[in-house]
């Protein structure tokens, strides 16, 4: 079971990745285009946040999987830079990522105009990449 949602896990960053970058790319390009945040837009950032929210999923189930995970969480973790990156840094920096994603879709669906909706989720979808990457084993 820990083998496989090991590489579920593993499969689904880079997917989820993907949808990400290109999520953030769409938008810049409608901001810069001035073109209207309709429906492929609309699709095309619920898939990114759909990716990583099921990334966070398996990633939880992970967690509590995985040996390096909550199981590995003590005192002498915190000596051990490997054991700290994957039981606190890796999913507190994950969840912070995936939060600022998720702020950002709820503000671009609230918003009235379509450069406000295209600036929320170019900033806010980039923000959440950049932590994602930077906890990337």
């Known amino acids: 079971m820990y083998i496989l949602t090991k590489n579920l896990h593993g499969i ?3 997917i989820s990745l993907i949808l990400l970058i290109f999520a953030v ?5 409608g901001l810069l285009r001035r073109t209207d945040y309709g429906k492929p837009a609309r699709i095309i950032s619920m898939l990114a946040l759909s990716g990583v929210h099921m ?3 398996i990633g939880l189930v992970l967690y ?5 995970g909550s199981s590995n ?6 000596k051990n830079s490997t054991s700290r990156f994957y039981a606190l840094e890796h999913p507190f920096m994950m969840l912070i990522g995936i939060a600022l994603i998720t702020i950002g879709y709820v ?3 609230k918003a009235s105009e ?3 909706k295209f600036l929320s989720i170019a900033i806010f979808y ?3 990449l950049l932590c994602l990457l930077s906890r990337m084993p």
């Open 64 to 68: 509590f999987l995985s040996p390096l």
């Open 107 to 109: 503000r671009a669906k």
């Open 55 to 57: 990334q966070i999923v």
């Open 126 to 128: 980039a923000i959440g």
């Open 25 to 29: 790319i769409y938008a810049i390009y």
């Open 114 to 116: 379509k450069k406000r």
């Open 12 to 14: 689904f960053a880079y």
């Open 73 to 78: 969480v003590s005192r002498e973790m915190m």
